[in-house]
Each structure stands twice: as C-alpha cells, then as structure tokens.
C-alpha cells in the first residue's frame, strides 16, 4: 500500500461511522468509532463540540439523530458487544405475546461469557446460553429469541404461569408455533404443576 493510500485509509471516515449508527438509531460502539479511524482523543473532540453525546461506557450516540423506539434496548446490546439476545420476558414482550410489562430487560449472552467479570447495568438479567440462528429473530435494530424459544425459556425460567400460557396460547393463535409446539408447551407447563385457568 502507497504512503497515499495509507494515509488515506487512516483518515477518519465519518459516513461509514455515520453508516453504523444509522443501523442501530444513531448509537456507535468505540471499537466502530475505531473501525472508522476515530481515535480517543477524536471522539473526546467531538463530544466537545457536540457532535455526539456519551451515553455509558463505550456507548455513543449521534447528537441530532431522530429519536426512536426502544433506544434502552439498544444500547444494552452495544453494551453487551452485539453480542447479546433479547429473550425471556423482555422477548415476550417484543413479539408481544404478553399484555404484562417486565420490570426488567433480559439479555442472553454466551455461555463463554460466564468466566468474565461484568459490571452489568442496573435493570438488566443477564442469561448465559448460546443462541443459534434459527433461534433468533429481530425486532427494530435488535435481536431477540423467535417465539417458540422465548415461551421455552420463559418455562425454564418458572416466568409466572398465567403470562407463559398467554403467551403460548397467542403465539398459536398469530401462527408462531404449530399445534403441536403448542400442545408440547403447554404440556410442559403442566407438568411443572403451574396449570392456570383458561383466558
């Protein structure tokens, strides 16, 4: 590579960082600001000047992005590296199969994350368990558990019966889940002797 075309590739690029905001509603890690040839110091110069604002630890937004839906969530997934599933209740939630709103965000990260000290942010349950594409979903910019995963971690989870029924009950009725997921779901319900009343 020329002396140029080195420079050139150093040089801070403010569409594609721009790029990777605009994907999650304006919000940049600094490891993309870093992809995109944003120093420390450079970042520290534009949060002077305004052009974006520090949202938590490594997190950054751009200032004068529209604002959107469900921006909490997003930036706990860039908290958590892109890493991270939205799942359990939170997941209920989102594909909303559930009329209760959770107190608290859940996130799945994987199982390798165990051996890491995290300083994990108030308000949010982490879960450790690796999450294969056909268990995913997306939801706004985000990841999420698809139905059938979320209701079976929501029975694992001893989530309260009455929601999880809702839940399962719902899913079929929108054609999340087969008859037979259902009947499997709600058998397994049962068998933890958390059988509610019928909506």
Same mark, same amino acid.
């Given at each position: 590579?020329?002396?140029?075309a080195?420079?050139?590739?150093?040089q801070?690029?403010? !569409?594609?960082?721009f790029?990777?905001?605009?994907?999650q509603?304006g919000?940049f890690?600094?490891?993309q600001?870093?992809?995109?040839?944003?120093s420390?110091?450079?970042?520290h110069k534009? #949060?002077?000047?305004?052009?974006v604002a520090?949202?938590?630890?490594?997190v950054?937004r %751009?200032v004068?992005f529209?604002?959107s839906?469900?921006? +909490?969530?997003?930036?706990?997934?860039?908290w958590a590296?892109?890493?991270?599933?939205? &799942?359990?209740?939170?997941?209920?939630? #989102?594909? !909303?199969l559930?009329?209760?709103?959770a107190?608290?965000?859940?996130l799945t990260?994987? #199982?390798?994350?165990?051996?890491?000290?995290?300083?994990?942010?108030?308000?949010?349950v982490?879960?450790?368990? +690796?999450?294969? +594409?056909v268990?995913?979903?997306?939801? &706004?910019? %985000?990841?999420?558990?698809?139905?059938?995963?979320?209701?079976?971690?929501?029975?694992?989870?001893? %989530?309260?019966?009455?929601?999880v029924r $809702?839940?399962? #009950? $719902?899913?079929?009725r929108r054609g999340?889940? &087969?008859?037979?997921?259902?009947?499997?779901?709600?058998?397994?319900?049962?068998?933890?002797?958390?059988?509610?009343?019928?909506?």
């Open positions: 590579m020329s002396a140029v080195s420079k050139a590739h150093n801070p690029d403010w !569409d594609g960082l790029a990777a905001a605009q994907a509603s919000y890690t600094t490891a600001a870093a992809q995109s040839g944003y420390r110091p450079l970042l534009y #949060l002077a000047t305004g052009k520090r949202v938590r630890r490594g950054y %751009v004068h529209p604002a839906e469900h921006e +909490d969530l997003i930036v706990l997934w860039l590296e892109q890493a991270g599933v939205f &799942s359990h209740e939170t997941a209920l939630a #989102l594909h !909303d559930s009329d209760a709103l107190g608290k965000v859940h990260v994987p #199982l390798s994350w165990r051996r890491r000290r995290l300083r994990v942010p108030a308000g949010l982490l879960h450790f368990a +690796d999450v294969g +594409d268990d995913r979903a997306s939801y &706004s910019a %985000v990841p999420v558990t698809a139905p059938l995963r979320t209701l079976r971690d929501c029975i694992e989870a001893h %989530v309260a019966a009455d929601l $809702q839940g399962i #009950l $719902q899913a079929r999340f889940v &087969s008859a037979k997921d259902e009947a499997r779901l709600l058998a397994e319900l049962g068998r933890q002797g958390r059988t509610v009343a019928a909506f």
